[in-house]
Every structure is written in structure tokens, then in C-alpha cells.
């Protein structure tokens, strides 16, 4: 029996014991929101002793926001895959639209919001976990892939960054603000499809060379 404990390395049953962790705690943070989970709830869901919790996350503020970030992270990087940079920038950028649109609408991706934005009022650093690993990332990504078509003369010279910030935001108009408000968005009205054409034509028009 001991031999067989030996020969699993450390380091993985760290990380699988680390995962139960952040499942447990997830599972309880959207079913009861930040303030309403305890770490005895989490101790429970996770199926580990509250030592072990602590071994790991020396507090429910660290833990929470190091579960928002990895799990902004990992969404992000699914969300910004190019794919065939030639492709007409149109192409390009309807596919990152219509995931970022698909992203949003979802239940889990709109819980979270509301709850990184419930609790950081008392932990900004919450909102900088969230904010980091998910919008800024998405930002950086699309702002270099727009910066090579600047450079190249597809699209008008401009800050990079800002552009990028701007294209999410405006394929996200009409969207957003009524998902999280629980009201009819312009995507369940006429289909994402059709929000986020409109977004492309109106982005790709004044930014034409």
C-alpha cells in the first residue's frame, strides 16, 4: 500500500487535491454567493478537511479570487483563438464576436459576474483577478492581432489597446448590460448573428485605410 503512495508524484496529487478545492468551492460560491458561503460549506463540498483548505488558500478571499482567475483565464484563452491570421480580417474578427456574445449569454458566465461584482466593493482585488484573466487578456490578444493589420495597412493607425477595448465593446452593446438585468437583449431579439454583424460594419467602416 505504501508503495503504491510513493510512486504517484507529489506534485500531481497536489494539483488534483488543489482542483477538488476550487470545484468544491465553485460549486458553492454560485449556489450561495460570495458572503452566503462559508469555508465550512466549501470544506464540505470540496470533501476535505478544512487544514488541507487552508494549506492551500490561506483565507475565502484568496481563494475566491484565485478560482475567478483561473476560470476567467481558462475561458479567455478558449474565447481568443485566431486561427488563420490571413483569413479577411472580417472573418477574423466575426468569429471572436460571435464567441464573445455566445460567452456572455450563458448562465455560469453571467453568474459569475454577478458575483465578482458583488464582492468587489470589499475586495477589489476580486475585480482585478476577474478584470486580468479575462477582459484584459481578451483585450492584449485582439490588440496585437489588430496592430499587425495596422502595420500591414488593412486598418487605419490607431491605439492598438483602445481599438480593442472599443471592438468589445461595441460587439457587446445591447447585450450586456440587459443580460445582466434579467431584460431581453438585442441578441435574443433579432439573433447574435445579426448583433454581431451590425457590430463588424460598423467597426471595420471607420476603420477602413
Known amino acids: 500500500m505504501s508503495e503504491v503512495a510513493v510512486s504517484i508524484p507529489v506534485s500531481e496529487a497536489d494539483t ?3 482542483q ?9 460560491f454560485l449556489a450561495q454567493g ?31 479570487a484565485t478560482m475567478v482567475f483561473e476560470d476567467k483565464r ?10 488563420d491570421e490571413t483569413r479577411p480580417v472580417a472573418e477574423v474578427l466575426r468569429d471572436i464576436a460571435l464567441k464573445l456574445v455566445t460567452l456572455f449569454q450563458t448562465p455560469e458566465s453571467l453568474a459569475y459576474v454577478r458575483l465578482v461584482v ?10 482585478r483577478s476577474f478584470y486580468e ?28 489597446r483602445l481599438t480593442a477595448m472599443q471592438f468589445v465593446d461595441l460587439v457587446q452593446s445591447g447585450v450586456t448590460k440587459p443580460c445582466l438585468f434579467g431584460i431581453e437583449s438585442m441578441a435574443d431579439k ?16 471607420g476603420m477602413k485605410a
Open 16 to 18: 488534483a487535491k488543489r
Open 20 to 28: 477538488q478545492i476550487l470545484d468544491g468551492a465553485r460549486r458553492c
Open 34 to 64: 460570495f458572503d452566503g458561503a462559508s469555508m465550512n460549506d466549501i470544506v464540505n463540498e470540496a470533501g476535505v478537511s478544512k487544514g488541507t483548505v487552508y494549506a492551500y488558500f490561506p483565507s475565502k478571499e484568496k481563494l475566491f
Open 74 to 83: 481558462r475561458h479567455a484563452e478558449r474565447l481568443v483563438v485566431l486561427g
Open 118 to 127: 458583488a464582492a468587489s466593493g470589499k475586495f477589489p482585488e476580486i475585480g
Open 133 to 160: 484573466a479575462g477582459p484584459a487578456y481578451t483585450i492584449g490578444k485582439i490588440a496585437a492581432y489588430l496592430e499587425t493589420k495596422m502595420a500591414d495597412g488593412t486598418l487605419k493607425r490607431r491605439d492598438p
Open 190 to 205: 433579432i439573433g447574435k448573428e445579426a448583433v454581431v454583424d451590425s457590430a463588424i460594419s460598423l467597426f471595420l467602416d
